[in-house]
């Protein structure tokens, strides 16, 4: 495995600005997770795909968010219209085909956002 | 709800002496737990994970955690801390039916004093 990669690594933006991150998941794995973290906090779960279907999402994921999958393999995250809250870590995971819903997630380096 | 309580924020020891990092969960069903480290500029690694089976879980680089339903507790142990053990624990739990979505405690920082 080459593990899941996470593009870019770190993203300065001004505010009101859109980004876009990019999640590579580790090959044949089916599952992919956002997660974000906040300085001093444990990540969050944002939102889960299982291959091209976004099957849960969080409260936290709001309308200025918006996370796609279109071919089962890598996906992006959008935030348009950028606000200093949400400056924090993107993390993404992915984890292999199963029915145990104790899969293990294995989780990208992630990518930093600051927005000024 | 699921939820995790990391009961220290920070914790030192010396190199070579045992490390406790303690962690209290709440849960509506039949929890699975795991343990994760976080070394500074790279990704979340898991330690272990406790799936209902042994109680006594052991994991990489010498870890291991105790799940006790009683208490509800799950904390991490290693008998001799090194260096390289320095980082961020987090507890984690998964334990709603259906869903996939993990729920990290706010972390331990682990320091090791040479």
């Known amino acids: 495995d080459t593990g899941v990669s996470q593009n870019p690594r770190h993203k300065i933006t001004k505010r009101g600005q859109n980004v876009t991150f990019r999640c590579d998941p580790i090959?044949?794995?089916?599952?992919l997770y956002w997660y974000r973290q906040t300085l001093g906090q444990g990540p969050e779960f944002l939102t889960y795909f299982q291959n091209e279907a976004q099957l849960e999402k969080s409260r936290l994921l709001s309308d200025r968010f918006s996370a796609e999958r279109p071919k089962g393999s890598f996906s992006t995250l959008e935030i348009q219209r950028t606000e200093q809250g949400d400056s924090a870590m993107y993390l993404c995971a992915s984890s292999r085909p199963g029915t145990s819903l104790t899969d293990t997630q294995y989780f990208g380096p992630g990518t930093r956002l600051t927005v000024l | 709800a699921q939820s995790v309580t990391q009961l220290d924020s920070h914790v030192s020891v010396s190199e070579g002496t045992p490390v406790l990092l303690r962690c209290n969960y709440s849960s509506s069903y039949s929890p699975s737990l795991f343990w994760y480290v976080q070394h500074p500029n790279k990704g979340l690694q898991l330690l272990l994970k406790?799936?209902?089976?042994?109680?006594l879980v052991k994991g990489i680089n010498g870890f291991e955690a105790e799940f006790k339903k009683s208490e509800t507790s799950f904390h991490l142990t290693k008998p001799s801390a090194h260096m390289s053990d320095a980082a961020e624990y987090f507890c984690v739990v998964s334990d709603q039916p259906g869903r996939r979505a993990l729920t990290f405690g706010s972390g331990t920082r682990l320091q090791v004093q040479p």
């Open positions: 090959s044949e794995h089916n599952r």
């Open positions: 406790y799936t209902s089976a042994a109680t």
